[in-house]
Nanobody, 132 residues
Framework: GVQLVESGGGSVQAGGSLRLSCAAS???????????MGWFRRAPGGERKAVAR????????NYADSVKGRFTVSQDNAQNTVYLHMTNLEPEDTAMYYC??????????????????????WGQGTKVTVTS
């Protein structure tokens, strides 16, 4: 499996920015190949929902409509770290943010369509609070 550790959460005013990190560690570099990586969030009292997901080795990241144009995923392959750059934050973005991994999967399309429950590895989460 993949061990995931999130960091970078905190409290910020509306309109501000944060960068979350997800450090991945595995027993073998081969385990990262073909993985579907995702960022999810759970707002207070709400359900956990997808924010963004991408396929390792793919070229596209898919974003939830609520964060399109404001959030961007990037990764540092040398450090096995995935980032979630969040800008123009809104109070509605307040949530626990989780990094997750699924797979390996055969192709990017599979990464788009798998259900949340099929993500096998999860981090402990990092809390983001956006104040108005």
């Amino acid at each position: 499996g993949v061990q995931l550790v999130e960091s970078g959460g905190g409290s910020v005013q509306a309109g501000g920015s944060l960068r979350l990190s997800c450090a991945a560690s595995t027993d073998s570099d081969d385990e990262v190949d073909g993985k579907c990586m995702g960022w999810f969030r759970r707002a207070p009292g709400g359900e956990r929902k997808a924010v963004a997901r991408f396929y390792q080795g793919g070229v596209r990241t898919n974003y939830a409509d609520s964060v399109k144009g404001r959030f961007t995923v990037s990764q540092d392959n040398a450090q096995n770290t995935v980032y979630l750059h969040m800008t123009n934050l809104e109070p509605e973005d307040t949530a626990m943010y989780y990094c997750a991994a699924a797979g390996p999967l055969p192709n990017p399309l599979a990464c788009l369509i798998i259900q949340q429950r099929e993500f096998d590895d999860w981090g402990q989460g990092t809390k983001v609070t956006v104040t108005s």
